[in-house]
């Protein structure tokens, strides 16, 4: 929000990213609220009740962990770890310990439990893929909500736009931060992560 422009092409880029990533998860068994893409800018998906925290994975230190921490940028984390962010813009969407979200009931032990788990799991995965192309997932944020049957489902979107990926042999940024940075045009930097993905734009 601190920084605005607009980007040609940028909403077909994510949609196309967003798409790719739910369909190859599906693939995996894993259920997500995309039912199908629609047209170049549109997906059907399931309605869900979002649950209101933000899911961070991390591997590597970077962003708000490094100011929270003093880590240093780029630092290898010992093992992946998950941090929940609150959503709630009003006080900045910040970070909260278990027994916060108990105390406010944001959502029970057990879902935050699988809220976790299935972070990882994602996490992992989207690290695999992103490896098979000489990139590393450094962070990535994830949103889960409720289906009609209770059922706690991946939402929102997965793009560039909530991962920290990095080339695995220069170290150039190919997420937000060319944005929020100034490092070179986005649109290009997007575009190599689709084109060694194989993705369609
Ligand atoms: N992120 C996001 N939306 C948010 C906050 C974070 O997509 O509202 C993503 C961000 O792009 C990064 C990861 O979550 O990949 C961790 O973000 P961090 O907490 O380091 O905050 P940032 O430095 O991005 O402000």
């Known amino acids: 929000g601190e920084k605005y422009a607009e980007f040609d092409g940028k909403g077909m880029l994510y949609h196309a990213f967003s798409c790719f990533f739910f369909e190859r998860l599906h693939k995996q068994g894993i259920a997500t609220h995309f039912i199908e893409r629609?047209?170049?800018?549109?997906?059907?998906?399931?309605?869900?009740?979002?649950?209101?925290?933000?899911?961070?994975?991390?591997?590597?230190?970077a962003g708000s962990l490094c100011k929270r921490t003093g880590l240093p940028k780029g630092e290898q984390l010992r093992e992946p770890i998950v941090e929940p962010y609150y959503k709630?813009?009003?006080?900045?969407?910040?970070?909260?310990?278990?027994?916060?979200?108990?105390?406010?009931?944001?959502?029970?032990?057990?879902?935050?439990?699988?809220?976790?788990?299935?972070?990882?799991?994602?996490?992992?995965?989207?690290?695999?893929?992103?490896?098979?192309?000489?990139?590393?997932?450094v962070d990535m944020k994830l949103e889960f909500g409720w289906d009609v049957h209770s059922s706690l489902l991946l939402g929102d979107e997965i793009s560039p736009d909530t991962m920290r990926i990095w080339d695995r042999?220069?170290?150039?940024?190919?997420?937000?931060?060319?944005?929020?940075?100034d490092l070179a045009p986005l649109i290009p930097r997007y575009q190599e992560v689709a084109r060694r993905l194989q993705i369609d734009v």
């Open 88 to 137: 709630r813009d009003v006080l900045g969407d910040p970070i909260l310990a278990p027994a916060h979200i108990f105390l406010m009931e944001l959502v029970s032990p057990t879902a935050y439990k699988q809220l976790v788990q299935q972070t990882r799991v994602l996490g992992d995965l989207l690290t695999t893929w992103l490896r098979e192309v000489d990139f590393e997932l």
């Open 38 to 61: 629609c047209s170049p800018i549109a997906m059907r998906v399931h309605k869900l009740r979002i649950v209101p925290l933000e899911m961070v994975y991390r591997r590597i230190a």
């Open 169 to 181: 042999h220069t170290g150039e940024s190919h997420d937000k931060d060319v944005f929020r940075h």
